[in-house]
T-cell receptor, first 115, second 116 residues
Framework: AQSVAQPEDQVNVAEGNPLTVKCTYS??????LFWYVQYPNRGLQFLLK??????LVKGSYGFEAEFNKSQTSFHLKKPSALVSDSALYFC?????????????FGTGTRLLVSP | GAGVSQSPSNKVTEKGKDVELRCDPI?????LYWYRQRLGQGLEFLIY????????KSGLPSDRFSAERTGESVSTLTIQRTQQEDSAVYLC??????????????FGPGTRLTVT
């Protein structure tokens, strides 16, 4: 079965410092990977996706993610964190076991950026 | 509308009552998904609709849960005889269908259900 793991429940970083939110995946076949962000009392917002091509994917709000096939990872990164980046981040993989575009989500990582 | 909308935004109900949650997808999006998010947990897939195809109901946790969608429009998620463990945020998402492509989903703000 397709799955993703987010090993950190929470990541703390000071404003202006680089941030990394980790995600590893387990899939049979080619992985289709996503990052979403959830702000308080809001629905999830799409940040970026990896389908094929360059291993470094750029997305919204200055975020990027690096696909690493050998390490089966898709870590989310940003060179300089903002307090407004504080939110809940979810990694997801498309479930290829069905013909549908169902996503399997990780448990989420809470990012806290301190001023 | 500009995005996915859900109603009500909050629902408090007594144990044993039935509830109905509504989702309006983005116009033109053929795919519609329901997820459940329990406090402090990730998203749990419930059901998926794609156009007029048979829905994928594999995520529905029990026969108390059902969902309907007419064509490519509004969907309703019904929970019968609610239990306290049904308390969660219910999220709806929609996406366009692009043949051969993997597309992102657009989420609504969710309905927070509290069963007392």
């Amino acid at each position: 079965a397709q799955s993703v793991a987010q090993p950190e429940d929470q990541v703390n970083v000071a404003e202006g410092n680089p941030l990394t939110v980790k995600c590893t995946y387990s899939v049979s076949g080619n992985p289709y990977l996503f990052w979403y962000v959830q702000y308080p009392n809001r629905g999830l917002q799409f940040l970026l996706k990896y389908i094929t091509g360059d291993n470094l994917v750029k997305g919204s709000y200055g975020f990027e993610a690096e696909f690493n096939k050998s390490q089966t990872s898709f870590h989310l990164k940003k060179p300089s964190a903002l307090v407004s980046d504080s939110a809940l981040y979810f990694c997801a993989v498309r479930d290829l076991n069905t013909g549908f575009q169902k996503l399997v989500f990780g448990t989420g990582t809470r990012l806290l950026v301190s001023p | 509308g500009a995005g996915v909308s859900q109603s009500p935004s909050n629902k408090v109900t007594e144990k044993g009552k039935d509830v109905e949650l509504r989702c309006d997808p983005i116009s033109g999006h053929t795919a519609l998904y329901w997820y459940r998010q329990r406090l402090g947990q990730g998203l749990e897939f419930l059901i998926y609709f794609q156009g007029n195809s048979a829905p994928d109901k594999s995520g529905l946790p029990s026969d108390r849960f059902s969902a309907e969608r007419t064509g490519e429009s509004v969907s309703t998620l019904t929970i019968q005889r609610t239990q306290q463990e049904d308390s969660a945020v219910y999220l709806c998402a929609s996406s366009p269908r692009l043949a051969g492509a993997t597309v992102e989903q657009y989420f609504g703000p969710g309905t927070r259900l509290t069963v007392t």
